[in-house]
């Protein structure tokens, strides 16, 4: 008898740890949860593989599949000069809401190169 009860003890002990860490745990896990979301420019538009992802970090990976420079600025960050054929990543972390993203090289964005991606 005795030996089955510091046999549950023991369980109940571990049980407690486990879930007083679960939640922690999940949280971190979700945290670091990022959105990837594909962005392919060229002469004079952005194509995104969404325009929309949850609220928080949100990775754009750009391709320039056009024939001359582009970058891409979204929430205050932007890619250095992308050319042609070469790509580049920019993460960033956003709020709910809609965001503007352009290219800010010469007139890009006057002939199209921008666009709303919203965030949930």
């Known amino acids: ?10 369980v109940l002990a571990a049980l407690v740890a486990v879930l ?7 949280a971190r896990m979700h945290a ?21 992802a949850r609220h928080g970090v949100t990775i754009f990976k750009v391709t320039n599949k056009g024939k ?3 970058d891409f600025k979204i929430a205050g960050k932007k890619t250095a000069k992308v050319g042609p054929g070469k790509s580049a990543t920019l993460k960033v972390t956003l709020t709910k809401g809609p965001h ?19 965030s949930t």
Do not use: N, Q
């Not at 670091?32 to 325009?51: D, M």
């Not at 800010?104 to 666009?115: F, P, Q, R, V």
């Open 32 to 52: 670091a949860a990022a959105t990837t979301v594909t962005v392919k420019a060229s002469e004079f538009k952005f194509v995104l593989s969404t325009k929309t």
């Open 1 to 10: 008898m005795l030996r089955l009860k510091l046999s549950t003890g023991v």
């Open 100 to 118: 503007k993203y352009i290219c800010t090289i010469d007139s890009h964005a006057a002939l199209g190169m921008k666009g709303t991606f919203k």
């Open 68 to 70: 001359t420079a582009h």
């Open 20 to 26: 007083a860490v679960t939640p922690l745990a999940v």
